[in-house]
């Protein structure tokens, strides 16, 4: 059974910084490209991040480019989203998944909540 396990968020000030990480069990992940994700209520799931099986490549999306940074432990089958200047468009619940532009994504885990605000 698949299980994405997301924890890290919290209520962080404007310019502040988190790190998220997210357990992976119940498939190969170290075979898989994996994402990170962004949900804010009444919009649809968006990718922020990826990174290839080894880590060699990752690909950080526009809104956040240059303030994220993603990153991967395949010997414990953790992915991590590092978070930093942090603004309050990034309110949002963060999920993981494999990389939904290359696979069928798996059941999404209950995420992780981000507040930004002063």
């Known amino acids: 059974q698949v299980q994405l396990v997301e924890s890290g968020g919290g209520l962080v000030e404007p310019g502040g910084s988190l790190t998220l990480s997210c357990l992976a069990s119940g498939f190969g992940f170290s075979y898989y490209r994996m994402a990170w994700y962004r949900r804010v209520v009444g919009k649809e799931r968006e990718l922020v991040a990826s990174?290839?099986?080894?880590?060699?490549?990752?690909d950080v999306k526009e809104p956040v480019k240059g303030r994220f940074t993603i990153s991967r432990d395949n010997t414990k089958n953790t992915l991590f989203l590092q978070m930093d200047n942090l603004r309050p468009e990034d309110t949002a619940d963060y999920f993981c998944n494999v990389d939904r532009e290359y696979f069928g994504v798996y059941d999404w885990g209950q995420g992780t909540q981000v507040t930004v605000s002063s």
């Open positions: 990174i290839t099986d080894t880590g060699a490549i990752r």
